[in-house]
């Protein structure tokens, strides 16, 4: 299954991430938001974040779930190669996610085509259809 | 959407549905197109929805489709009646232009060219994950938040000189370090003092020709082959962090029903809440005016290392395109304290302001307009004529046209540096993926966005300027 795909935007980063279940297409969102500004597949997974997100609603536990990958790579050079275990579960004041994100620190060898600078709400999208869930977001480059 | 012809180059959305305002925007036929291309105008009457603007919601000839307001939207709020929202400010807070004269010519600097720029490109950190040379304590930051460029200064970097020619005199004294999270701190502690990513550029340029010779001689702006240093960047992590945490805040406190889109929230500006993000604003925009004094700072250090001296080199302006600022303006026939929100629009004020430095007195505020790597960039005065037009502010760049991803399939870094260097413009980056995202070919023409501000009367054409050497994060 496609994780996710690039689409066209004249000035920020948008894309549209897929899964078989809400969990699989947020995990596929973070690297979609990661391959902005690195290759995951080249980056070595020595090391465990665990990381756990409320939300007020879906859209905003995507909105943090994506911010805790910039968050995490500006203040602890932590440069995501995969997303492990993610969990999201209802409660009372939102949804709430749960995940291990691994990666590597930034290294000289590690190559970097762009910044992302934030997340943005713009065309944010996240539904099932056909058997599986597709999110979508718009970052801002 | 209903678009109504005022003129050749000014085009009105009229009052409808939940408007309380028209929107206005002004463009030539060309940069219309563009904008109806994308969601530029429907945002733009979004943001005419908002509680308590006054006037009109005005798009400026560089606009582009943002996130709840467009990018080259103004808009003003009534500070009783009116609202406060980060998304109409953006989240790169305070995300601007710096402009330094020299007394230097093109010709002075040829031979050395080549180190100077890998000078600067030692001493001014930049790229993706890079960090600054000082790594502050908190307590430091907090002071700078709280002091901005005067804080910088302070500290040795660069002279009191250079606040007089800075916006706010490189201070906001309504902001609050307290109101800025602990995330926002920890991702503004290693950054201060780089230039970061994506648009932002440090470049050393000679002014190719001065259309006003007296508002050019105001500035310091002499002759053709003057050197110049323009730097843009803004208020790296820890501005996106101020964002994105007033945006939740609201959200959690005043809900999203009815929003068309979640980035357009907005706090009372009087509600606690709406004081708060605009106190915290005020701090990450002096974290930029302290970011960008530091690196002014190294570039002259750099001058004088590799030169052996920076005599003359002192700061025309410095300029914030991404900012709510509280200002007077005329609503009908008397003055008004209003909240102006400014997203990828520079403030363009005229003669008659009282906030702009002394020696600009006579001719109105510098507007710096950066163009697209390796194209012309542009020195305008500001206006009188602005304030009726668009609360002062005019155009802040090109703007893009094409998306990142299409730039990188279609154009090599490399081969954009070679095309530059057989222009004689050196070019030295981190990323050559990063050159390729900003060709200049993804963006619009900044030649007619400034045609277009000087005949509205946005902004008077004052210099033109061209890069000679480039650096990008």
Known sequence: MERYRILPHAADGKFRSFGRTLEEAFANAALAAASFMWDWRKIDPARSIAVEIAGRDLEQLLYRFLEEIIYVFETRRFVLAAVEGLTIEPAAEGPRLRAVLRGGEIGPETAFHGEVKAVTYNEMKIGEDCGGWTVQAVLDL | MELKRIDDETWEIPRQGGMRVPARLYASHKLLKAVQGDQTLLQARNVACL???????????????????????????????????????????????????????????????TELLAEIFKDVP?????????????????EILAKGAEGAVENGFGTAGDLDRTEEQGRMRDADPAGVSPRALERGIPQLGTLGAGNHFLEIQKIDRILDPVAARAFGLEGEGQVLVMIH?????????????????????????GLPDRELVAAPFRSSLGQRYYRAMCAA???????????????????????????????????????????????????????VHRKGATRSFGPARREIPDAY???????????????????LAGTDTAEALS???????????????????????????????????????????????????????????????????????????????????
């Open chain 2, 361 to 379: 007195r006579t001719v109105g505020q510098p507007v710096i307009i950066p163009g697209s790597m390796g194209t012309a960039s542009y020195i």
């Open chain 2, 51 to 113: 509680p308590g603007i006054r006037r009109m919601s005005y798009v400026m000839p560089d606009a582009h489709q943002g996130y709840g307001f467009p990018i080259g939207g103004v808009a003003a709020f009534d500070l009783d009646e009116g609202v406060i929202s980060p998304g109409g400010v953006g989240y790169d807070i305070a995300c601007g232009v710096r402009l330094l004269r020299t007394d230097f010519t093109a010709a002075d600097i040829t031979a050395r060219r």
């Open chain 2, 233 to 257: 960047c803004g208020s790296r992590g820890l501005g996106h962090q101020v964002a994105s945490d007033y945006i939740q805040a609201m959200e959690n406190e005043l809900g999203t029903d």
């Open chain 2, 391 to 473: 609360f002062s502010s005019t155009a802040h760049g090109a703007g893009r046209v094409m998306s990142r991803h299409e730039a990188i399939r279609r154009f090599r870094g490399e081969r954009i540096r070679d095309d530059l260097a057989a222009r004689g413009i050196e070019l030295r980056a981190t990323s050559w993926k990063g050159v390729a995202e900003e060709a200049s070919e993804a963006y619009k023409d900044v030649d007619e966005v400034v045609r277009v501000s000087d005949a509205v009367g946005l902004g008077r054409l004052v210099a033109r300027v061209v890069p000679i050497g480039v650096m990008k994060g």
């Open chain 2, 126 to 142: 930049a790229g993706v994950g890079k960090s600054g040379v000082t790594r502050l304590s908190p307590g430091a930051l907090r």
């Open chain 2, 285 to 339: 925009v002096n974290y930029a005016f302290a970011n960008r004094q530091m690196i002014a700072h190294a570039v002259r250090e750099a001058f004088a290392k590799v030169l052996g001296g920076a005599a003359g080199m002192r700061l025309v302006y410095d300029v914030c395109h991404n900012v709510a600022k509280l200002e007077s303006h005329e609503i009908d026939g008397s003055p008004v304290r209003l909240c």
